[in-house]
């Protein structure tokens, strides 16, 4: 089999791995990957359209190489509707129709949605006019929090402590346009207490496959303080989903998707991440959803996936999706390593090294999946079978190319082992301003420890 990933991220470098390791498949392509894709064996980086809306290109390539399956990673090409356009041209493609991607694409579609469906969430209201949005913070007070309606890769969310820095999130949303016209429209919600994690799945149209349970940090810093980000790091699973909260999880929101998505003649069918607020009663709030695996929860999940993707894949799109993956039990996190100025900017350009030897047999039980990393003056290798051998000149040919740059991924015993052999690579990696947390998953590490 041949398939196409489409992304660049850590989370398309986890799904193109996963491809690779099955033994029916001959080629991965990589639209566009990153230098940890093009280095990873049956693995090829490809440069298609930039344009997330030009599908041609796509489809042409597709034909021409006989993809027999597209994963899509991001959610900016399904909501612009790529997997419509694959399946219009008989492409087997993984993801949402662009119609059911909304529910990451518009706020306001999703809290409609979920207001339709009675799903568990925040209450809201939606404004394009600062005066009386301001106007509702001031009757609301704070906290409080006030999110741009549009894509903002995951810094589009301001929860605001007071109520003067909801006023000026509210300025720089629709007065001063910080966000683009993904900003034109917020969503200022009530604030949500409880803990966080990540629930998501694979649907076909109707069978839900829940992945493993996760957690992300958002937060730039440690102690969960910060800007918030496209998140900094994650473990799996979440202790906090016990099975009787992974119950309502399915009852109360994600049955009611896949129902409400069929009711209004749009099967969703791709991976859907609901990601929730669970308060001290058990109690699964939605605070989003994504249309879309998440990133970096997709890099511990499949670190401990042990069905092949590709046949869970290939069974989604024929509408047979089992009840069931297998995982290994061990848990798993990541710790993403971000460029400096992240999340506000980032750098480019900036020499890697301290990577670990790669391990094309997968026996080590730590995986750097690379994000923004790129070759020195955007060259390839020419050989890049004799780039894999040598593993020391990897590292040197390979630097930063975006704010979230790797992300370690240990196996362990427990979440703690995991995180000091995750750290314990991931302080030998370096680059000019290189930034993670040291404290990822505390959350599991406390419960546990308490
Ligand atoms: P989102 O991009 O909607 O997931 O929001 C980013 C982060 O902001 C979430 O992971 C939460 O930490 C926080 N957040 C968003 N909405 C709420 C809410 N209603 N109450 C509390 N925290 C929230
Ligand atoms: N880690 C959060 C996300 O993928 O949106």
Request: glycine share 10%.
């Amino acid at each position: 089999m041949n398939i196409l990933v489409i992304g660049s991220g850590g989370r398309e470098h986890a799904l193109a791995w996963q491809c690779a390791k099955d033994n029916n498949v001959q080629r991965v392509y990589i639209a566009p990957g990153n230098a940890g894709t093009a280095l990873e064996p049956k693995c090829q980086n490809i440069v298609l359209a930039d344009d997330t809306k030009d599908h041609s290109t796509i489809i042409e390539f597709c034909k021409n190489k006989a993809i027999d399956m597209v994963i899509v990673g991001p959610e900016a090409p399904l909501v612009a509707g790529i997997v419509d356009a694959c399946r219009d041209a008989g492409i087997p493609a993984w993801g949402p129709s662009a119609y059911c991607a909304k529910l990451e694409g518009s706020k306001t579609f999703a809290k409609e949605f979920m207001a339709q469906h009675n799903i568990p969430t925040a209450a809201y209201q939606g404004f394009t006019d600062a005066k009386s949005a301001k106007a509702y913070v001031s009757e609301q007070g704070a906290p409080i929090v006030i999110k741009a309606d549009g894509l903002a890769a995951g810094k589009g969310v301001i929860v605001a402590e007071t109520v003067t820095d909801a006023h000026n999130a509210i300025d720089d949303m629709l007065a001063d346009n910080k966000f683009g016209d993904a900003g034109s429209r917020v969503v200022i919600e009530q604030f949500l207490q409880g803990e966080e994690a990540s629930f998501i799945c694979m649907i076909d149209g109707k069978n839900i496959l829940p992945m493993a349970t996760s957690q992300d940090h958002k937060r730039a810093f440690e102690g969960d303080t910060g800007p918030n980000t496209g998140g900094m790091g994650a473990y799996s699973p979440a202790p906090v989903v016990t099975s009787a909260v992974h119950d309502k999880v399915i009852t109360q929101i994600i049955q009611p998707v896949v129902d409400g998505m069929n009711a209004a003649g749009h099967p969703y069918t791709g991976f859907l991440y609901a990601g929730l607020m669970i308060d001290e009663s058990g109690n699964p709030f939605v605070i989003e959803f994504n249309c879309r695996f998440g990133d970096p929860e997709t890099q511990p999940i499949l670190m401990r996936l042990q069905s092949s993707m590709v046949d869970l894949v290939s069974q989604g799109l024929a509408g047979e999706l089992p009840k069931q993956a297998k995982w290994n039990e061990r848990p798993a996190l990541g710790i993403v390593i971000a460029s400096k100025g992240y999340p506000e900017t980032s750098s480019k350009g900036d020499a890697i090294s301290g990577l670990p030897e790669l391990d094309p047999d997968n026996k080590s039980t730590v995986k750097v999946f690379h994000a923004g990393t790129a070759f020195a003056n955007g060259k390839q290798p020419d050989n890049l079978d004799a780039a894999r051998a040598t593993d020391n000149d990897n590292d040197k040919e390979i630097v930063t190319d975006g704010g979230r740059v790797l992300c370690v991924t240990a196996l362990a015993d427990t979440i703690l082992d995991a995180q000091q052999e995750a750290l314990a690579v991931t302080g030998a990696i370096s680059f000019e301003g290189a930034q993670y947390r040291r404290d990822i998953g505390h959350h599991a590490i406390t419960r546990k420890l308490s």
